[in-house]
């Protein structure tokens, strides 16, 4: 019999993410400090809409693009937080979540061999898309002492006239690393030069903490027009399981996206999309209150781990932490089923994230703190534990 199989597929590893909490489904009593998804309910309102389309019928398919009145939200939404203006006829598409509308867009863009640059530690889909489209995933090794931020430096040593993708995945996952706006404008100067494209995932935006605001790359000047903007629900809203999600960029490559889209998906959930249509007018007051609750949990898991021992930076963005684990001479994976097997811990091998992230585990704060209290104590317990056993090696 023929092998029906896809060989591009088939070479394709599966997410390290889910093979690891695979194993922990299994067990039971596990506290997971891994999933990245948030704790809170979807806000009551935000579910009434929904549940109110229900009533009224309102269970047909959308434009293809979803609804206009959510693209019009969508573009205001933008332009009050963030500065930067998408015509909602021609530059704004409604998707099945934000990772459909990185599929979509290297989809659009690439042609076999180009080549998509990836800092890494990142979210795991950016290099499998990537392949899939035809294109080939280069890394970029982010590093603890630049705050696993994207330097100029690193970005120009990767470049080469097969280039035409950079990956802007800031707030990061799994690091909480952020860039700030007079980081983005020596990227974009680079960018520009270079004559790439960007696809700046900005799922997290909304959860930046500390002095200064979230900023676009596609706000800056020359960057609209060579930025694919990603964002959408999941995370600032709580609503991870609507499945949706939205694209911005230049008419022309929006186009040839919606193609793509309309062959693939139809549309996205019609349910979800009068429900977004009341997140983006309503939720404005509802996403400081989890935003300040995330704070809270960071600033102490950050204190937690740090007096245990543990080195972390302190992420200013999303609901992660990446300490490092360095010391104890294991690999983050590892440290991992170490962890799982001898305290019911899960959390996640930094190493799921690319190369980069070895050495380092992501924690997630998106649960409760008496849930964090419980397992940064287990935590502690193990840690200790290996640090007496390192000790009795020495002696």
Same mark, same amino acid.
């Given at each position: 019999m023929r092998d029906p199989l896809n060989k591009l597929i088939s070479a394709i590893p599966p997410s390290g993410i889910r093979k690891f909490f695979d194993i922990a489904s299994e067990m039971e009593g596990v506290i997971s400090l891994g999933v990245g998804e948030p704790d809170f309910d979807t806000p009551w309102h935000v579910r009434e809409e929904g549940i109110y389309s229900l009533e009224k019928g309102r269970t047909f398919y959308t434009a293809n693009a979803g609804l206009r009145d959510l693209r019009v939200e969508i573009r205001n939404y933008l332009e009050r937080h963030y500065q930067v203006s998408y015509d909602p006829d021609k530059?704004?598409?409604?998707?099945?979540?934000?990772?459909?509308?990185?599929?979509?867009?290297?989809?659009?863009?690439?042609?076999?061999?180009?080549?998509?640059?990836?800092?890494?530690?990142?979210?795991?889909?950016?290099?499998?898309?990537?392949?899939?489209?035809?294109?080939?995933?280069?890394?970029?090794?982010?590093?603890?002492?630049?705050?696993?931020?994207?330097?100029?430096?690193?970005?120009?040593?990767?470049?080469?006239?097969?280039?035409?993708?950079?990956?802007?995945?800031?707030?990061?996952?799994?690091?909480?690393?952020?860039?700030?706006?007079?980081?983005?404008?020596?990227?974009?100067?680079?960018?520009?030069?270079?004559?790439?494209?960007?696809?700046?995932?900005?799922?997290?935006?909304?959860?930046?903490?500390?002095?200064?605001?979230?900023?676009?790359?596609? +706000? %800056?000047?020359?960057? #609209? &027009?060579?930025?694919?903007? !990603?964002?959408? $629900?999941?995370?600032?809203?709580?609503?991870?399981?609507?499945?949706?999600?939205?694209?911005?960029?230049?008419?022309?490559?929006?186009?040839?996206?919606?193609k793509i889209h309309q062959f693939a998906i139809m549309c996205a959930p019609t349910t979800s999309q009068y429900a977004a249509i009341d997140a983006m007018k309503n939720c404005d007051e509802d996403v400081k209150q989890m935003r300040e609750s995330y704070d809270q949990r960071r600033r102490y898991l950050l204190h937690e781990l740090r007096d245990m021992g543990m080195e972390c930076f302190e992420p200013l963005g999303a609901f992660y932490m990446f300490p490092s684990v360095k010391r104890f001479g294991m690999t983050s994976d590892a440290f991992a089923m170490r962890l799982l097997e001898e305290e019911k811990v899960a959390v996640v091998p930094g190493s799921a994230f690319g190369d980069a992230g070895e050495g380092y585990l992501r924690i997630s704060y998106a649960y +409760? %703190?008496?849930?964090? #209290? &419980?397992?940064?104590?287990? !935590?502690?317990? $193990?840690?200790?534990?290996?640090?007496?056993?390192?000790?009795?090696?020495?002696?």
């Open positions: 530059e704004i598409l409604v998707t099945v979540g934000g990772s459909e509308a990185i599929d979509i867009a290297f989809r659009a863009m690439l042609d076999p061999g180009d080549e998509v640059l990836v800092p890494q530690p990142s979210f795991v889909s950016y290099v499998p898309c990537a392949v899939l489209a035809g294109g080939v995933a280069v890394p970029i090794a982010l590093e603890e002492k630049d705050q696993f931020r994207l330097t100029p430096e690193k970005l120009l040593e990767k470049i080469t006239p097969k280039t035409k993708i950079l990956v802007l995945p800031f707030p990061n996952n799994p690091t909480g690393a952020i860039m700030n706006r007079e980081e983005l404008e020596a990227i974009a100067k680079i960018v520009i030069d270079h004559d790439l494209f960007v696809l700046s995932d900005e799922i997290y935006s909304e959860l930046t903490f500390g002095e200064e605001p979230h900023v676009t790359i596609a +706000s %800056l000047p020359g960057m #609209k &027009e060579r930025t694919v903007l !990603i964002n959408g $629900f999941s995370k600032a809203f709580a609503m991870t399981g609507w499945r949706l999600g939205y694209a911005c960029a230049p008419a022309p490559l929006l186009k040839q996206m919606l +409760s %703190l008496k849930s964090l #209290k &419980e397992a940064l104590a287990k !935590i502690r317990r $193990f840690v200790e534990r290996l640090d007496a056993e390192q000790g009795g090696r020495a002696e």
